[in-house]
Structure formats: C-alpha cells, structure tokens
C-alpha cells in the first residue's frame, strides 16, 4: 500500500485546511485509517482516527471539535478536515493505514502503511 497526503500549505490563525490521503496499490477499505502529525522537535503524536467503515471516530483532545476525519472508500481517499487551526497546529502531517485492530488506532507502532506527510503551517 502506497499513501500520498497532500493539502498542507501555509495559512493564518482561525483558516481551515483539508488534507487528502489517496491509497494505492491496494484498497484500504478494510483499514483504520488515522492521521498524526510532528511538529518541529517534537515526536509524532495522534490526531484522528477512523474506523473501517467509518462508524468510529477518534480525536485528539487537542483537535476535537475543530478537526474533522472522514474517507471515501470508492476513492480510496482518507480526509481530515481541520478548521479554527492554532499555530500550534503548525506541523508535518502523516496520514496512516492500521490493519490490526480499533483498539490500536492512536498507537504509532502499531501503523502499517505511511504517507510521506505534508506540511500544515499557521501563523498568527
């Protein structure tokens, strides 16, 4: 499986961004897909995460209420939608496949499959 993120780029306090995940090689539809991001000289840490079918949601205490994680399993394409972003937010993002189980979903080892990140900067 081969992840490509893309829809990073450089905004302002309060704008919104919505980062793309497209798998290929094989489809995802039966993964946990989640997303997490590092910040400069900061270990990766959880953002999102969603569930095969989309029935289950996970998030960040930090993210909750502004970031939104959804996919599109036709397209084989994992979305996060980030909203009122925070210059905290400023960050690579990676989006990754989970074949193992729900449980797992906000553990970094226990991802399969990563996208090579895109870079999310906010200024205030």
């Known amino acids: 499986v081969q992840l490509q993120a893309s829809g990073g780029g450089s905004v302002q306090t309060g704008d919104s961004l919505k980062l793309s995940c497209v798998a290929s090689?094989?489809?995802?539809?039966?993964?946990?897909m989640g997303w997490f991001r590092q910040a400069p000289g900061k270990g990766r840490e959880f953002v999102a995460a969603?569930?095969?079918?989309?029935?289950?949601?996970s998030y960040a205490d930090s993210v909750k209420g502004r970031f939104t994680i959804s996919r599109d399993n036709g397209k084989n394409t994992v979305y996060l939608q980030m909203n009122s972003l925070k210059p905290e937010d400023t960050a690579v993002y990676y989006c990754?496949?989970?074949?193992?189980?729900?449980?797992?979903?906000?553990?970094?080892?226990?991802?399969?499959?990563w996208g090579q990140g895109t870079l999310v900067t906010v200024s205030s």
């Open positions: 090689g094989r489809t995802v539809r039966s993964y946990t």
């Open positions: 990754g496949a989970n074949t193992k189980v729900w449980s797992a979903r906000g553990q970094e080892s226990m991802y399969d499959y």
């Open positions: 969603l569930s095969w079918n989309g029935g289950s949601t």
